[in-house]
């Protein structure tokens, strides 16, 4: 009655992995990204597109760093603030970051809890991912209002080398703007889970394609990337 | 034979997508702490002052292993197929080929100024 033959070729066909698989993936017949669906791939194909954006703007930073002849202000002095009295480097960038590295957190138990089902819980991890995101860019008013009442512009300030005031401005301003429309996006995506469009599949009012729980997950990769490229400003810009 | 492969092929995005990207909480939060950990260590190298290239060694390899956790886990790449992963990921090997040139060019500016300009203002 039973036959394994059938069985164990199927179970080998699934399971062989590694560059055979990727040669035929990449060589089948119209869909390379077989598990992936389309939307999550566009995302990490955004994503990628501004991860070059982004390094564009280290490199050009690396560039004007490097040959400047004026010495480079130190980040670690520049970026201190007086607490009790004493000067602490760095501190309100060390607590930006970890608020950063917590808005992931969240965000990440929020796609699981998506997946769950579990559309409340979602939502409230969604929210609380967009409070952290808020009060991170609240700090980075704070930080330039201070910065730009010390003096810096973009183009010179109090201690050192001009390219100083740009790099910071158009790096930190541009990283920002991506934290601002994360917000804005986790506020829309929230809603809808909270309302449970996801669970209902109602369509979307652009799109008008039904709602998936995967929407959170594809969310929670722009709100990650915006995570990791502050993980290479903070080491490449604050720390080097 | 084929028509097996056919199946099989056909099978697999339906069983992903009914799953989902379904990990323990634990994980997470294994991670979240794993990052609030190397993150406090690059904090330290500013605060105790490190110089020269014990500094730019530790924070880039502090940078690289958070960067690392948080594409594999927290954005799943780490399950996705090699596909995927390798669509995404070499790109921006591309970069470190710019990062070459453009230190060429940097020091080239530099040694322009300083020999044309004095030795700057």
């Known amino acids: 009655m039973a036959n394994p033959a059938p069985t164990t070729t199927v179970a080998s066909l699934t399971r062989h992995d590694g560059w055979e698989r990727f040669a035929a993936d990449w060589s089948s017949d119209q869909r390379a990204f077989k598990t992936a669906s389309w939307g999550k791939v566009m995302m990490w194909i955004f994503l990628l597109s501004d991860t070059f954006i982004f390094s564009c703007f280290l490199l050009s930073y690396m560039t004007v760093r490097m040959s400047t002849t004026v010495p480079w202000p130190n980040p670690s002095e520049v970026f201190a603030l007086e607490l009790g009295g004493k000067p602490v480097p760095l501190i309100l960038i060390a607590i930006m970051t970890f608020i950063l590295i917590s808005s992931s957190g969240t965000m990440a138990m929020a796609v699981n809890y998506g997946y769950r089902r579990e559309r409340r819980t979602t939502a409230a991890l969604m929210l609380a991912t967009a409070a952290f995101g808020a009060s991170f860019v609240g700090m980075q008013a704070f930080e330039w209002t201070k910065l730009i009442r010390e003096g810096v512009r973009p183009w010179g300030n109090p201690w050192g080398a001009d390219q100083f005031g740009s790099s910071f401005f158009m790096i930190t301003g541009f990283h920002g703007t991506h934290v601002t429309i994360g917000v804005i996006f986790l506020i829309i995506i929230a809603r809808k889970v909270w309302r449970g469009d996801f669970d209902r599949e109602r369509r979307g009012f652009f799109t008008s394609r039904k709602g998936r729980y995967e929407n959170v997950e594809i969310m929670g990769l722009y709100w990650h990337f915006v995570d990791l490229v502050w993980v290479f400003i903070f080491a490449l810009f604050y720390l080097w | ?121």
């Not at chain 2, 702490?33 to 500094?55: E, I, P």
């Open chain 2, 1 to 121: 034979m084929s028509h097996a492969a056919t199946q099989a092929h056909a099978a697999t995005p339906a069983i992903a997508h009914a799953e989902g990207q379904q990990h323990p909480i634990k994980l997470y939060l294994v991670i979240w702490g794993w990052l609030f950990v190397l993150s406090t260590c690059s904090y330290l190298v500013d605060y105790f002052g490190l110089h020269g290239y014990l500094r730019w060694f530790l924070i880039l390899l502090f940078m690289i292993l958070k960067a690392g956790l948080i594409v594999a886990v927290f954005m799943h790449m780490a399950w996705e197929r090699l596909t995927l992963i390798y669509a995404i990921l070499l790109p921006p090997v591309a970069v470190l080929v710019f990062v070459g040139i453009m230190v060429f060019e940097a020091n080239y500016t530099l040694f322009t100024r300083l020999d044309f300009f004095g030795t700057g203002p």
